[in-house]
């Protein structure tokens, strides 16, 4: 075997997949770039240099919209890390067997593997002015009339997206559980730490890498969300991703680059300062 | 011992709603899917039979959905054999230290952690400007390429990290070229994980949404011929279909779990 081969060879290996990559993600985005300076006149677009479209976006309207859609990434990172967290510790420490782990934790992974459509379809007769939850509700004398705020409102958008996408925070969160030396804890049991001690000092700290992961999911995931808001939302609830694909609807490619350019630095701002907090490297 | 056992029950009480919370959902749709011909969208369920399931391989006032699976059914093969193809020789690729090694890494991360319009968004904009007529077969299989690939690549890359180099040193050593080593030694033993990939690309490319939304041209996908039935159909029917494609994705990711573990067995077995 010649050393040249040896030495070219891991570059055609990956070829096919970077040229996937080169193809469709990365010459995608330098074009959302591009476009984004060029000028639209209501119905097509021609190549100029304005920054025409960037100034729409300090706008009330369009301000107001990329501040909602911080309030559900907020809403939905504590909802997400709250639930995710408990439901990690207890299958990492407080299920015994390795095969009952795994089992349970297939059993939370399944629905992820199912369309998100019919997952948030599958809501509406729990949640909706007929659905159960009001049944019930006013079944026990609890409210007299039907809860409207279950469903097409805010409240809604959050619920969906925890549904969705809370796995996202799980996976990593158990990862790092499962990765801790028990004979740390062990250890910390020996020298007299209380429980809540021994998960401040030595827990929580050790799995903080898992949520840097699942935070990063979430901040992705949340960020460009559209279809959750358009199907859960019922109309009212406004997010920039929802207002990126209602500019495509209308053909507006520059308005709706600048936005996509503009929501890609935010996102990446958010990842870097996280980033910044917990240090993920051990984990990768 | 008894503070741990009660944080324990506490604990798996929590992890219980959670379950519910999680499937709750999906268990009321099956229910409703399974009512009598005169079945409304809301509970209480009115008669049981499967007139509504029967109704999904009817043809439709809304549409039909047969055209729409096969579509999804074609897309996600032709996903599932790209995406097993590159991410095996680039995930090889990686199992020796290279230039430029790094740059890929990340570019594979970014298009898993990119917001997914922006990947819709932008392929739009490429075939907009091209002038090319988006397809589900082009530019909606780009999509598609850009959520699986990356994710079967870093699978793929965890199964190479595990994997003992000294069967390929030893085919070497005997005189078989790269090649024959691949098709010999490597791929036989990687088998199991390649067929449990496979299918997870599979369902993730069968299922996906938001990245095709923009991009599929004029015919639709399963999932977006399902977002579409959303605004307009009024009957149980958009259950039953709800209800069968989820037990066909699950059905398949627990044959992909069930296979994967049962030829790990085999193999243990003869070793």
Redo the contacts between chains.
């Keep these: ?1 010649s050393e040249t081969w040896k ?1 070219f ?10 040229l ?2 080169l ?7 330098v ?2 770039g591009v ?1 984004s300076f060029w000028e639209f006149n209501g119905y097509s677009m021609t190549p100029a240099f304005t920054l025409a479209n960037y100034q729409g976006i300090f706008t009330d309207v369009t301000l107001k919209t990329y501040l909602n859609t911080f309030k559900f990434l907020g809403l939905v990172w504590v909802a997400t890390l709250l ?1 995710g967290y ?2 990690a ?3 990492a420490f ?1 299920v015994p067997k390795l095969e009952w782990q795994i089992l ?1 934790f ?3 992974t ?2 992820f ?7 948030m ?6 949640l ?1 002015r ?3 939850v009001n ?1 019930i509700l006013m079944g026990i004398g609890l409210t007299q009339q039907p809860l409207e705020f279950l469903l097409y409102s805010d409240f809604a958008v959050v619920l969906g997206m925890v ?1 969705l996408y809370i796995i996202f925070m799980i996976a990593p969160i158990f990862n790092s559980l499962m990765r801790i030396e028990r004979s740390l804890i062990t250890a910390a049991e020996d020298l007299g730490a209380s ?1 809540v001690q021994i998960f401040k000092e030595v827990i929580l700290p050790l799995s903080a890498p898992g949520i840097a992961i699942g935070s ?2 979430i901040v ?2 949340v ?2 969300e ?2 959750t808001v358009r ?1 859960m939302g019922g109309g009212q609830s406004a997010s920039v ?1 929802k207002l ?2 209602t500019q ?1 609807g209308s053909l507006q ?1 520059p308005l ?2 600048a936005n ?1 350019i503009v ?2 630095a935010v ?1 990446m701002l958010i ?1 870097v300062s996280i980033l910044r907090v917990l240090d993920i490297r051990k984990e990768l | 011992m008894q ?2 056992a009660l ?2 029950y506490l ?2 009480a ?2 219980c709603l ?2 519910l ?6 268990i ?2 099956f229910m ?1 899917s399974l009512q009598g011909p005169d079945g409304a ?3 209480p369920m009115r008669g049981l039979s499967f007139y509504w399931l029967g109704q999904v391989f009817q043809e439709q006032r809304v549409g039909n959905f047969i055209e729409p699976f096969v579509r999804s059914l074609l897309l996600g093969a032709t996903v599932m054999a ?1 995406t097993i ?3 095996v ?2 995930s ?3 199992r ?1 230290r ?1 230039k430029g ?1 790094t740059v ?1 890494f990340y ?2 991360i ?2 898993l ?7 819709s ?6 075939f ?2 091209m002038g090319w007529p988006t397809n589900w077969f082009s530019s909606g299989l ?2 598609h ?2 959520w699986t ?1 990356p994710i079967a ?1 870093l699978i793929m890359l965890g199964i190479f990290n595990r994997f003992d180099p000294s069967y390929e040193e030893a085919a070497r050593d005997l005189g078989a070229t ?1 090649p024959k080593t691949f098709w010999e030694i490597v791929l036989p033993l990687i088998a199991p994980s390649l067929l449990g990939v496979g299918l ?1 690309t599979f ?2 490319s069968y ?1 996906e ?2 990245r095709t ?2 991009v599929s041209g004029q015919n639709n996908t399963l ?1 977006l011929e ?2 579409g039935m ?1 605004t307009n159909v009024t009957s149980p029917a ?2 039953a279909l ?1 209800t069968l ?2 037990i066909f ?2 059905s ?3 044959i992909a ?1 069930f296979a994967y573990t049962a030829v790990v067995k085999r193999q243990r077995g003869k070793a």
């Design positions: 075997m030495a060879k891991p570059y055609a290996l990956i070829t096919p997949q970077t996937v990559f193809l469709f993600l990365v010459f995608p985005i074009m959302i476009v639930i408990p439901v510790y207890f299958l407080h349970l297939l059993v939370c399944i629905p593997w199912t369309s998100n459509i019919i997952r379809i599958s809501w509406v007769p729990l909706g007929e659905g159960l049944q549904h429980g990063i999911f992705t995931l960020m460009g559209f279809v199907l991703g990126i694909q495509i490619y709706a680059a996509a929501l890609l996102t990842i | 503070k741990r944080s324990f604990l798996l929590f992890f959670f379950v919370f999680l499937y709750g959902p999906m009321t749709i409703l969208l809301t509970f790209i193809t590159a991410s020789l680039a090889m690729g990686f020796q290279f090694s890929i570019m594979t970014a298009s952690i990119v917001p997914s319009i922006l990947v968004l932008g392929i739009g904009v490429v907009q400007v780009g999509a390429l850009t690939l690549f790269d997870l369902t993730l299922d949404f938001t939304s923009l999932p399902i977002f959303t958009l259950y709800g494609t989820t994705s699950a398949l990711i627990l779990y």
